[in-house]
């Protein structure tokens, strides 16, 4: 059984940093992706960054791009999302994410490509 857990998040001020982290834990033995989505109130959920599991490449959304960075750690199962200057806009449930499934390979922002989640952690981000 795989589980997907995530640490950190909190309260921090508008301009602030707050490091996120994700463990996978389990039958991780064929893990192609990890991701980072986030739900806003009243908001769909909707991608925030991912990275591919063996060649390492990184993806973000356009409103994160240059202040959110998203790094794995191979021995670990593990993931991080590394968020600098943030807004309030920024405030949401950030949920980590895992894919051990082929999928189409290159649609890493689509939720269908990951099969694992958890449970979510607060962010918000005071003005």
């Known amino acids: 059984q795989v589980k997907v857990v995530e640490f950190g998040g909190g309260l921090v001020q508008a301009g602030g940093s707050l490091r996120l982290s994700c463990a996978a834990s389990?039958?991780?033995?064929?893990?192609?992706?990890m991701g980072w989505f986030r739900q806003a109130p009243g908001k769909e959920r909707e991608f925030v960054a991912a990275?591919?599991?063996?060649?390492?490449?990184?993806y973000a959304a356009d409103d994160v791009k240059g202040r959110f960075t998203i790094s794995r750690d191979n021995a670990k199962n593990t993931v991080s999302l590394q968020m600098n200057s943030l807004k309030p806009e920024d405030t949401a449930v950030y949920y980590c994410?895992?894919?051990?499934?082929?999928?189409?390979?290159?649609?890493?922002?689509?939720?269908?490509?990951?099969?694992?989640w958890g449970q979510g952690t607060q962010v918000t981000v005071s003005s």
């Open positions: 389990g039958s991780t033995f064929s893990m192609y992706r």
């Open positions: 994410a895992l894919g051990t499934l082929r999928g189409t390979g290159w649609d890493t922002s689509n939720p269908s490509e990951y099969n694992y």
């Open positions: 990275v591919t599991w063996h060649g390492g490449s990184t």
